[in-house]
């Protein structure tokens, strides 16, 4: 069975969802057919170690998370969990770090339909010159988070 429970944070509205005691989706929107709202034990630890990492307490979370993708996901997914705090790649440089140097538009949708936002920092990529491009909860949202960690607030 999968718990989700929804939280206000600063940056908007957040779905967290566990299965068999693993975070398996943060995001932004969620499909909660077949999920019943719980707020678990390890969904609350999720939502405090978040709210740190709003205020800036948190700089990495210890929280079990489970992945499920495609290979080229997966290797996606982990190299994002490999990118320095307030540190950012471009999708050129992700690409070439999973080994598909002309990868940078399959890596852009791996990275678009990344289940766990922020503890899987899908926001630190950027464009070849540094843009903010393409986040799912926005460029507000990924300003925002890349601002905290870099203490640009």
Known sequence: MQYYYPYQTPIGNIWIVEDSNYIV???YKIDIHDMEK???????KTFQ???DYFAGKRRSFDIPIKLTGTKFQMQVW???QTI???ETWS??????TVGNPKGCRAVGLANNRNPISIIVPCHRVV???GDLVGYAGGIDTKKYLLDIEQNKW
Do not use: C, F, R, S
């Not at 719980?38 to 609350?44: N, P, Q, V």
């Not at 999708?91 to 070439?96: G, I, N, R, S, V």
């Open 25 to 27: 989706k943060i995001n």
């Open 38 to 44: 719980k707020e678990t034990e390890l969904i609350k």
């Open 49 to 51: 170690q978040l709210m």
């Open 78 to 80: 982990e190299a994002l």
């Open 84 to 86: 320095p705090y307030g």
């Open 91 to 96: 999708y050129k440089h992700l690409a070439e």
């Open 127 to 129: 464009g070849i010159k």
